[in-house]
């Protein structure tokens, strides 16, 4: 089963909510906004997968002090049970646009290693990510603004050409990871290809359920284990060459229309 922010259980909603309420007791008066994009807002959250994935905007860019009770504050909070990704900007960083777009601090699961140790804490607290440009996209498209100042009054348009930077990105990195992260990659392949070929912003679901219909035969059974593992928790058995295939099919279509 999966959910967008409308539809989730109440812990999903009370989980952000407590979490929200600690952020703001940590950057104060500084706090504009808190966005929700990815599988929570455009309704492909999987509790027992996904990640929470929000934005925070603040006013003037945070302090190296209030950074690290924020390090705390995750550590603390992501994972338990939900994962928690999230960047905070600036309001100057958004008006100012530029990519990569930079940014004051981000967590992730990735990273928890890293801010568990305190001497490799400040090189990671802040710097440029080129995935911000599609996050930026998907809020202003399909995004939640969960509390604070519009959407419309925040974020900048993201120029056609920095999105298409950012998820070509991911694109190239899926290729290489096909075989490791099939769910991930293979619905991510498909999202691009969608929006190369018509210019439309799909979440993953969206997009896998779209290629279970419109792609070829051949590719049916591979698209409804990927689908299935993402949506229900089953676990399948990927065959290599199964996933290769629906790989070079599908970079082969984004490369033609790449032309």
Known sequence: MTYSWKTCPSEI???VTKLL???KVVIQENYIGCYIHGSLAMGGFNPSKSDIDLLVVTRDSITSARMKELVQLFLDYSGNPYPVEISFLNKDQLTHWQHPCPFDFHYSEYWREYYESESRFFSVQSGTDPDLAAHIM???H??????GRPISDVFPVIPYSDYIDSIMGDFRECQDNMVEDPIYCSLNLIRV???????K?????EAGNWALESLPDDTKGILKK?????TQNDTFYFDQGELLSLKNFLVGKIEMLQK
């Open 201 to 205: 912003i799909f979440s993953k679901l």
């Open 21 to 23: 309420d600690e952020i």
């Open 142 to 147: 399909r995004g939640c603004c969960l509390e």
């Open 193 to 199: 290809y969608l929006y190369l070929k018509d210019r």
């Open 13 to 15: 909603r009370n989980f």
């Open 138 to 140: 998907i809020i202003n």
């Open 226 to 230: 990927v689908i299935s593992s993402y």
